[in-house]
């Protein structure tokens, strides 16, 4: 009998390698012959925005749980630095995305909807350290962490922002 299970667990084992082995050499192959359209004018697979989607938010709540946000933050302190940095891209109340920024996959979110799935210590993680294959830069390399919360608790504040506010805060900025 001892034997027999010997054999089942073997069996199992090689099967196992084998599938990997199949799997390793098909994404060998779809990477060497570029079989997959990297093309910004096509929208992802529904498989690989889930894969690229899930990734990104379940990386993004493990890196930001440590951050925490400074005691009096004034949220609309960052609004100049946000129509300046991120309001070609994301937009704003009452104000569209740049013409070319429809032209990037993933789109970047409005985040008059968007902010609200994300807690302030996320937003501040992901301004500071960008999004990798996603065209949103890291800002921590060239702005002070004061500089980011204010921008991520600015972010925070626009989805209860009217367009009339959201004009009136950081002066107007050109798209």
């Not at 570029?34 to 992802?44: L, Q, R």
């Not at 302030?120 to 301004?127: A, Y």
Request: hydrophobic letters at 45%.
């Amino acid at each position: 009998m001892n034997e027999r299970r010997s054999s089942i667990v073997l069996g199992l084992i090689a099967g196992a390698a084998g599938v990997l082995v199949v799997l390793g050499a098909t994404g060998l192959i779809i990477v060497y012959t570029g079989a997959y359209n990297v093309a910004a004018t096509e929208e992802h697979a529904a498989v690989t925005r889930w894969a690229f989607d899930t990734t990104f938010h379940h990386s993004v709540e493990r890196r930001a749980a440590t951050f925490v946000p400074p005691d009096g933050l004034t949220p609309t302190a960052g609004a100049a630095a946000y129509k300046a940095m991120c309001q070609h891209c994301h937009a704003g109340p009452g104000v569209e995305q740049a013409e070319w920024a429809s032209g990037m996959r993933p789109r970047p979110p409005h985040l008059m909807e968007a902010a609200a799935d994300w807690e302030l210590s996320e937003v501040f993680w992901l301004v500071r350290h960008g999004v990798k294959m996603s065209g949103m830069p890291a800002f921590g390399p060239t702005h002070d962490d004061e500089t980011i919360w204010r921008i991520a608790a600015f972010v925070k504040e626009l989805p209860a922002m009217t367009p009339e506010r959201y004009a009136s805060l950081g002066g107007s900025q050109a798209q």
